[in-house]
């Protein structure tokens, strides 16, 4: 662990990641006084050095009520989520994923940040983090206070249409649907990261679905579907943001999709440092000089508080 904790305090830049030895902690087990040996005290150390970029995933938000598609509490896993193709292509997959979808939409408008998003949001007021990548289409950094935050997979709260393109509000659209389907009454089993809720198929077939009030065109939420590609722009802009970062740290993913782990695998490559903090292990395990797995609103406020310490003196 020792060797993995130097990592950690400033010096794995130049380190050759292969090399590095992960170690992976429960800082709950780090006894009192520890500052050198444990490793939030690490993460702290590094944290407190600035320069980071934040990397978070759905994790992050399981505190907030938002259930994760792989983590432990991700019960909505069996759902097969609904790919671009589909919904581009059948009127029927449309009207079955704005059903699901006005009926999600509810609990992610009403889901709150949790410490560790006020966590990231302070470390960003306090200079320490100059930007952020989230996988997550819920807008709860921004809730928190966040403001450099590249939404990679777009955001729950505007819909754009796909004929002429016009970015609109969810919050309008929820309207219209819901005048649109005044009485429909839908029981819901689950929750997903992206506001999916999972439905019977027969309260799925009596929903009426509604189109661009400009265009007639359809409407589509503003995020990367399955079998979508993330706007070359946005990638380029993570990219520059990763590869400028003194440490990149992973909030909340398994990293299971390409879409974050690339940014991971980049800072990697560059010997940036890479830590993780997540519930289980990650894709990006091997690359990370630093692992905690443990809850993240409590160890992130936890890292918080040490880096109060650091730069204000104990
Ligand atoms: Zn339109």
Redo the contacts with the bound molecule.
Sequence with gaps: MTQAVDGARGSARGANPASANPASVNPASAGPGETLADPLGSLADLVAGGGLVILSGAGLSTESGIPDYRGPTGLARRAEPMTYQAFAGSAAARQRYWARSHRGWRNIAQARPNAGHHAVAELERGGLVTGMITQNVDGLHQAAGARRVVELHGSLDHVI?L??K?RTSRAELDRRLSAANSGWHATVTAIKPDGDAVLGDDEAERFRVVD?T??G?VLKPDVVFFGENVPPARVQECYALAGQASALVVLGSSLTVMSGYRFVRHAAKLAIPVVIVNNGPTRGDAQAQLIIDAPLGRTLAAVVERCQLIHYGS
């Design positions: 249409c004929a002429c016009a661009c400009a265009c065109g």
